[in-house]
């Protein structure tokens, strides 16, 4: 029952927005009681906190591991950085991709506003931006060039590029089958592109 909720909340959160959604409208959507919702998710925000973090634990696991092995490497490229992050979140689309767009647009929404499910829980007490920086000063074309600012910009445009992969800007790369490999590898080499720019 749990999980069926999730997968309610998490569709109408990705279509129609967080703010939209009400308790009600997924109780109504997943064919349940409003009391059989605030019995297991007491309130939209501890929902919402579900949702992100189903898929946004394993996800921001596979980004710690993959940057913290990047950390004693003295032959890092910018490609290595930016892959670093990408792939979880490709493994992630891949593996369901309609879902995961979904998970992925409520993600960078709340990002994007430093909501503290992203800030405070998903991080899990490790700081990925850190990590990131800390590894980005060991590839010599990024020593001088790469800050937070010109960091979050890149990562959270990608990110964003991600999350519309269901949009006809971006040639609908996505399908029951995943990503499109060539717009992960495009993606990829515009962003690394962009950190080294100078």
Do not use: C
Request: aromatic share 4%.
């Amino acid at each position: 029952m749990r999980e069926a909720l999730l997968d309610t909340a998490e569709e109408l959160f990705g279509t129609a927005g967080v703010e939209v959604v009400s308790m009600r409208a997924v109780a109504r959507a997943a064919g349940v009681a409003p009391a059989a919702l605030t019995h297991h998710f007491p309130s939209k925000r501890a929902l919402l906190e579900a949702v992100v973090l189903r898929r946004g634990r394993p996800v921001g696991d596979g980004v710690r591991a993959r940057l913290g092995e990047l950390q004693h490497r003295d032959d890092l490229t910018a490609r290595d950085l930016v892959d670093a992050v990408l792939m979880p979140f490709v493994e992630e689309l891949d593996r369901e991709p309609l879902a995961a767009v979904r998970w992925l647009k409520i993600l960078v929404t709340l990002a994007l506003n430093e909501d503290e499910i992203v800030t405070n829980e998903l991080v899990n007490g490790v700081d990925v931006t850190d990590l990131f920086l800390r590894a980005a000063a060991s590839v010599p074309a990024l020593r001088d060039n790469v800050h937070g600012q010109r960091a979050g910009i890149a990562m959270f445009s990608m990110l964003t590029a991600l999350a519309g992969a269901d949009l006809g800007g971006y040639g609908r790369p996505i399908g029951p089958g995943g990503l499109d490999p060539a717009y992960v590898e495009q993606l990829a080499l515009f962003t690394s592109g962009g950190l080294e720019a100078g």
